[in-house]
């Protein structure tokens, strides 16, 4: 349409003109697309058991990739798991085994005690890093995935698991994400809800 529109436009400046005005606007869509992503991705508890492609996994590790850390000191380590058997052993430690075990793909994320250098600083740029993450799945088409924090309460065991050192990685959560079982979803689906913005912030 707009290549139309420059093509009948007689002047070169008006030409100029519509070609800035129409990056200007796409750059606004964009933008307004992304914020509109952020608010709509959500949990995903059920799946299809699919096979997901590596390239993909990777796709969506890229994204925690350029998460934001103090110093840059990146201190994150993650074990990809796919294989039935190890997933099985991780659905033993969870009250969220069946989610676990039912999606393809386990992350299984830790925090790498010898790259971090302040605790909260690492704590919270392994946030950044799954936040990321679960951004990555939504991003990719029919994948969804859950952020599963309850296995903390076996953390030695799944260190265990990979004969990861206690004092050398520390469990932060698992990310777990396969192909969305929409119908099932569907049927559980409660409201998703946030406090009110009020309740959260001072202006001064
Ligand atoms: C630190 C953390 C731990 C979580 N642990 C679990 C978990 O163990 N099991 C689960 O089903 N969901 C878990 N979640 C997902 C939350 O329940 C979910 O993000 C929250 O209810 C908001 O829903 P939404 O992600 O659909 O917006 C966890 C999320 C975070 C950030």
Redesign the pocket.
Known sequence: MYIGIIHRTPCILGKVFIIIFTIFLNMELVKNDFIDFIKK?????SFIYQKIDKQTIINILECAQWAPSGNNSQPWRVCVVTHPTVKRMLSEL???GG?IEEAYVNLVIFLDLERGYDRVKDIQAI?AF??NI?LGIYAQEDLGG??????LNQKEEVNEIFKFPTDKFELM??IVFGHIDEAREKAHAKE?N?RPLDDFIDWY
């Open positions: 991705r959500k949990s995903i508890r969870s009250k969220y989610i946030g799954m936040q679960l859950v952020w599963i924090g309850e296995i959560g698992l998703r946030r």
